[in-house]
């Protein structure tokens, strides 16, 4: 990484695909020092090879929904300040069947949290004494944390929610702003497709049908908010869960 060591990176987890990738390739060709976290390593390289300024990103490789993994993002900040992060990080994980039992509720729940809750909250405060005063922390949850379809995925990205609210307050008086974004149907990921729904172009239709604009999300509406929320327009908003799914909750 070529950036000077008083330059503040942004942390961008699940950069290797998805939401995560999309946004890290757009800060890294705004000339912006990426630190880019997820699982494989693989799939980060991959990322910054599509990207321009290439020699502004650098990789961090671990499983963030561990206390370990945590850890080992903040050896890799390397004592760099850091001006925003973005917690991308997550996954469907399993529905829970009718008439499954205890044990298998305990599983896919522990498992959705894992996945999705702890993946922002312990990489957030591994880090957050690197955050610097005015920094940037946006989390990127979902609708369906917002309306409850989802089963344990569902709850897990309204605690999501909940967990910024409060970290909001505990960070507000550093000029710190958290907010949460609430997608909806985003068509160029692979999250439908790895969630065992199916080929994407067979839900699109249906999802356009449950938005108010009869069309479903992309990449880079995500990006667009969190570009906004980066920027002097998202001074002054913080605490808040920011829906940017094309009206889907206000249709059913």
């Given at each position: 990484m070529t950036v000077p060591a008083d330059k503040p990176i942004i942390i961008v987890t699940g950069a290797?695909?998805?939401?995560?990738?999309?946004?890290?390739?757009v800060l890294l060709a705004q000339g912006l020092p990426i630190l880019l976290a997820g699982r494989r390593r693989e799939r980060l390289d991959e990322t910054v090879a599509g990207a321009a300024n290439q020699d502004l990103a650098r990789v961090a490789v671990g499983d963030l929904g561990s206390?370990?993994?945590?850890?080992?993002l903040l050896?890799?900040?390397c004592g760099c300040r850091v001006s925003a992060l973005v917690a991308s990080a997550g996954g469907q994980g399993d529905f829970i069947r009718?008439?499954?039992?205890?044990?298998?509720?305990?599983t896919a729940w522990l498992a959705a949290?894992?996945?999705?809750?702890?993946t922002a909250v312990l990489p957030i405060e591994a880090v957050l004494s690197r955050i610097i005063d005015g920094g940037r922390i946006i989390l990127i949850g979902s609708t369906a944390g917002i309306?409850?379809?989802g089963g344990p995925y569902a709850t897990a990205k309204a605690a999501l929610a909940g967990y910024g609210r409060d970290l909001a307050r505990r960070v507000g008086g550093r000029g710190i702003t958290v907010n949460t974004l609430?997608?909806?149907?985003?068509?160029?990921?692979?999250f439908f497709e790895a969630g065992g729904f199916g080929p994407v172009n067979s839900l699109i239709d249906a999802a356009a049908r449950q938005t108010l604009l009869g069309q479903v999300g992309r990449c880079d509406d995500v990006v667009a908010a969190v570009d906004w929320l980066l920027g002097p327009g998202g001074?002054?908003?913080?605490?808040?869960?920011?829906?940017v799914n094309g009206g889907t909750i206000m249709v059913q």
């Amino acid at each position: 990484m070529t950036v000077p060591a008083d330059k503040p990176i942004i942390i961008v987890t699940g950069a290797g695909s998805g939401m995560g990738r999309a946004i890290a390739q757009v800060l890294l060709a705004q000339g912006l020092p990426i630190l880019l976290a997820g699982r494989r390593r693989e799939r980060l390289d991959e990322t910054v090879a599509g990207a321009a300024n290439q020699d502004l990103a650098r990789v961090a490789v671990g499983d963030l929904g561990s206390p370990a993994g945590a850890d080992a993002l903040l050896d890799a900040v390397c004592g760099c300040r850091v001006s925003a992060l973005v917690a991308s990080a997550g996954g469907q994980g399993d529905f829970i069947r009718p008439g499954a039992g205890a044990a298998a509720a305990e599983t896919a729940w522990l498992a959705a949290l894992r996945m999705n809750l702890f993946t922002a909250v312990l990489p957030i405060e591994a880090v957050l004494s690197r955050i610097i005063d005015g920094g940037r922390i946006i989390l990127i949850g979902s609708t369906a944390g917002i309306d409850g379809q989802g089963g344990p995925y569902a709850t897990a990205k309204a605690a999501l929610a909940g967990y910024g609210r409060d970290l909001a307050r505990r960070v507000g008086g550093r000029g710190i702003t958290v907010n949460t974004l609430a997608p909806g149907f985003i068509s160029d990921t692979d999250f439908f497709e790895a969630g065992g729904f199916g080929p994407v172009n067979s839900l699109i239709d249906a999802a356009a049908r449950q938005t108010l604009l009869g069309q479903v999300g992309r990449c880079d509406d995500v990006v667009a908010a969190v570009d906004w929320l980066l920027g002097p327009g998202g001074r002054w908003v913080t605490g808040q869960t920011i829906s940017v799914n094309g009206g889907t909750i206000m249709v059913q």
